[in-house]
């Protein structure tokens, strides 16, 4: 095992590498989409040196928020890594490794000071959702809802992994070895003990992952619900306090999808190595130079078990991408604050601007 934990920075380096700069370009076409109904970016929008002023302190602390964010999520995923090459903990810690790295830097948003704009306002009644809040929450709705499916029924059919009580087996054998007769017929067939075919995402997987898992949908909805009630920021800042939110959101939601993702890719690659296993059987030899193959697959069990076992690959680029976005978001609103930052920096060295006057936070 310690070999394996040493291997862990070659691994990341030689493949994870390639694949993170891969999910660059989902991230970007995702990013581009959120931003397609959008002007300017934050730190192009033009402001009043008063209003650069008022927004300033929100702007801080959105960045420190989202910053932190990724950061704390960032280490919790390496530590999640380490612990999973480590083979030192049971597979449920593993599956629920992504969920709760995620959660962690949810929650860093969820706590963290989001100060008043200095001239904030009061808001008017009952302020509907934004269609991104509104995407937002449905996107974590179906990924939540989709792990959630496949969870239990995974659990459903789970059985004892015997002599162990925990559900964690498929209730199939699976064809481990066999010899053949002298006419080429399979012979003396060898079967998983117990009749059974373990790991399985059973029961003892799937109540940690939706555990974790719901955690992980209602932090981010709280996230989301209080970027919603933010006092918002007068006439002279709002539109930028409006992309605060939006970003502000948009870690949160791109935070959640990248936890929910991982764990989904878990769980399907476990569906599928023990479907590939099962659909195993074993078919008569001929000589070397026969048409039939000593082993067969049933089938479609066996095209559904090579599907889900390389979900991963599209299932973690979609988590490297989710993981992007937040990175995107975090740096905008980085960008934002430097922005109304100078601009208050060169009113301050002059007379007061007179109404009307803008000031360039580009």
């Not at 593993?94 to 706590?111: S, Y």
């Not at 000589?287 to 479609?300: E, R, S, W």
């Not at 060295?349 to 580009?362: D, I, T």
Request: net charge positive; proline share 9%; charged share 15%.
């Amino acid at each position: 095992m310690g070999r394996m934990l040493a291997a862990l920075p070659f691994l990341l380096l030689v493949f994870g590498t390639p694949i993170a700069v891969l999910a660059v370009i989902p991230a970007s076409a995702l990013w581009n989409r959120l931003y397609r109904r959008r002007e300017r970016a934050l730190s192009a929008l033009y402001l009043t040196a008063p209003g650069a002023a008022g927004i300033a302190p929100r702007l801080r602390g959105a960045r420190g928020a989202a910053i932190a964010a990724v950061t704390v999520t960032l280490v919790a995923a390496g530590a999640g890594l380490a612990v999973a090459f480590s083979g030192a903990v049971d597979g449920w810690v593993v599956a629920i490794a992504g969920p709760v790295a995620a959660l962690a830097g949810v929650l860093v948003l969820l706590c963290w000071p989001l100060p008043r704009p200095l001239d904030a306002v009061a808001p008017v009644g009952l302020v509907p959702l934004s269609r991104p809040e509104r995407r937002g929450m449905g996107l974590l709705g179906a990924l939540g809802g989709l792990l959630g499916l496949v969870v239990v029924a995974a659990g459903v059919v789970s059985v004892p992994d015997v002599p162990s009580p925990h559900y964690r087996a498929f209730p199939r054998a699976s064809v481990v070895e066999w010899w053949y007769t002298y006419d080429g017929y399979p012979k003396e067939i060898e079967y998983t003990p117990h009749g059974v075919t373990a790991p399985w995402p059973g029961w003892w997987y799937g109540v940690p992952v939706l555990a974790a898992a719901g955690l992980l949908v209602a932090a981010a909805l709280a996230v989301l619900l209080r970027v919603h009630r933010l006092p918002p920021a007068a006439a002279p800042a709002r539109e930028a306090d409006d992309a605060v939110r939006m970003l502000l959101s948009t870690v949160a939601v791109a935070l959640a999808s990248a936890g929910l993702l991982a764990t989904l890719a878990f769980v399907l690659t476990m569906i599928g190595d023990v479907f590939t296993a099962v659909s195993l059987y074993p078919k008569p030899k001929l000589d070397p130079y026969g048409m039939l193959k000593p082993v067969g697959h049933t089938q479609p069990l066996y095209a559904i078990g090579l599907a889900a076992q390389w979900s991963w690959v599209a299932l973690g680029v979609l988590a490297l991408a989710a993981g992007w976005v937040a990175a995107f978001a975090a740096r905008e609103l980085a960008a934002g604050g430097d922005a109304a930052r100078r601009v208050v920096r060169r009113a301050g060295g002059r007379p007061r601007p007179a109404p009307g006057a803008v000031a360039s936070a580009g």
